[in-house]
């Protein structure tokens, strides 16, 4: 089993910035990929960032790309969302997502374990 629990969401600004961060325990955190995805009202959950097991392989959805930086911190079992240059659209419920395998995955098939989610709200 794994536990995640995201913190750092909030009303912001549009043109201002949130970090987000995933804490996860249960299982070696540093074996396995994690992922960010979003549901805003009325939609489907969709991707957002997704990070492999070194840190050293990621990826973004097109809509958030050059503005949302995603890391993590294998020693504080951590995985963080850096979000920029936020937008009203960007408004969602933000989900932190531990992967079946250490490879960076944008399908939500590939994610085993899912945390409550933490709401983000931009405002114009």
């Known amino acids: 089993q794994v536990q995640l629990v995201e913190s750092g969401g909030g009303l912001v600004q549009a043109g201002g910035s949130l970090r987000l961060t995933c804490a996860a325990s249960?299982?070696?955190?540093?074996?396995?990929?994690m992922g960010w995805f979003r549901q805003a009202p009325g939609k489907e959950r969709e991707f957002v960032a997704t990070i492999d097991w070194t840190g050293g392989s990621t990826d973004y959805a097109a809509s958030v790309k050059g503005r949302f930086t995603i890391s993590r911190d294998n020693a504080k079992n951590t995985v963080y969302l850096q979000m920029n240059s936020l937008k009203p659209e960007d408004t969602a419920v933000y989900y932190c997502a531990n992967a079946i395998f250490g490879s960076a995955t944008i399908y939500e098939k590939g994610y085993s374990y899912w945390g409550q989610g933490t709401q983000v709200t931009v405002s114009s």
């Open positions: 249960g299982r070696t955190f540093g074996s396995y990929a």
